[in-house]
C-alpha cells in the first residue's frame, strides 16, 4: 500500500528565509504527487502536482517542489518566506481505485514564520 | 471557477440530533468526496461519489449517510452522533478520468466546523 510521510511535524523559519518541506513516498508505480497548503480552520489549497516530465514543478504563490525517484522524495521549496506562509503543508499521493482519485496525506508540517 | 463551497460553516448539535452538511460545485466535476479531519491530522477519506454512485465507503459508521442528488451536490446525513465525531469535514471534488482519475486535482472546500455534545 502507498505512504507519505513528512519528517518535520514543525519548521520554525524567519521572514525572508528560506523554506524547505521534506516529503518520502512509498508507492508500487509511477506516483502521482501533491501538495496542499491549509490556513487555520479553512479547506486545502493545491500547491503544485507532479504526474510526469520535468522534475522540477512550479507552483502557486513561489513554491516549487523537485521530485526525486532515487530519493522517492518530493521536496517543497521556497526561497523566501512572507509571513502569510504560515500554515500546515501536505503532501500527498494520487491513486486511481474504484472510482475517483484516492490520496493518501502524509501527516503534515506546521509551519511558523517568525517576524 | 474553482469553487466548492460548503454550508453550514460551524454546526453544533447534540447526540440525540439528527442534521446534515451541504456541499455543493459548478465545476463539472463527477467525483465528489467526504474527508473527515481531527485537529492537527491530515484528512481522513470518508466517501467518494463517482457519477452520483456511490463508490468507495472507507467502512465509515451508518451514523454517518452520504447522498449525491445530483452532479453539482453532495450531502452528509449526521444521526445519532458521538462526542469523538467533532471534526472539521471538508468536501472535495475533481474530474473524473476513469484511468487517468490518479491525476486529477482534488478541488476542497473551506469545511464545516462540527461539534457533538
Known amino acids: 500500500a502507498q505512504s507519505v510521510t513528512q519528517p518535520d511535524i514543525h519548521i520554525t523559519v524567519s521572514e525572508g528565509a528560506s523554506l524547505e518541506l521534506r516529503c518520502n513516498y512509498s508507492y508500487g508505480a509511477t506516483p502521482y504527487l501533491f501538495w496542499y497548503v491549509q490556513s487555520p480552520g479553512q479547506g486545502l489549497q493545491l500547491l503544485l502536482k507532479y504526474f510526469s516530465g520535468d522534475t522540477l514543478v512550479q507552483g502557486i504563490k513561489g513554491f516549487e517542489a523537485e521530485f526525486k525517484r532515487s530519493q522517492s522524495s518530493f521536496n517543497l521549496r521556497k526561497p523566501s518566506v512572507h509571513w502569510s506562509d504560515a500554515a500546515e503543508y501536505f503532501c500527498?499521493?494520487?491513486?486511481?481505485?474504484?472510482?475517483?482519485?484516492?490520496?493518501?496525506f502524509g501527516g503534515g508540517t506546521r509551519v511558523l514564520v517568525k517576524p | 471557477d474553482t469553487e466548492v463551497t460548503q454550508t453550514p460553516k460551524h454546526l453544533v448539535m447534540g447526540m440525540t440530533n439528527k442534521k446534515s452538511l451541504k456541499c455543493e460545485q459548478h465545476m463539472g466535476h463527477r467525483a465528489m468526496y467526504w474527508y473527515k479531519q481531527k485537529a492537527k491530522k491530515p484528512p481522513e477519506l470518508m466517501f467518494v461519489?463517482?457519477?452520483?454512485?456511490?463508490?468507495i465507503n472507507e467502512s465509515v459508521p451508518s451514523r454517518f449517510s452520504p447522498e449525491c442528488p445530483n452532479s453539482s451536490l453532495l450531502n452528509l446525513h449526521l444521526h445519532a452522533l458521538q462526542p469523538e465525531d467533532s471534526a472539521l469535514y471538508l468536501c472535495a471534488s475533481s474530474q473524473e478520468r476513469g484511468a487517468q482519475a490518479s491525476t486529477d486535482t482534488q478541488y476542497f472546500g473551506p469545511g464545516t466546523r462540527l461539534t457533538v455534545l
Open positions: 461519489y463517482s457519477y452520483e454512485k456511490l463508490s
Open positions: 500527498a499521493v494520487g491513486d486511481k481505485k474504484a472510482a475517483g482519485n484516492k490520496l493518501t
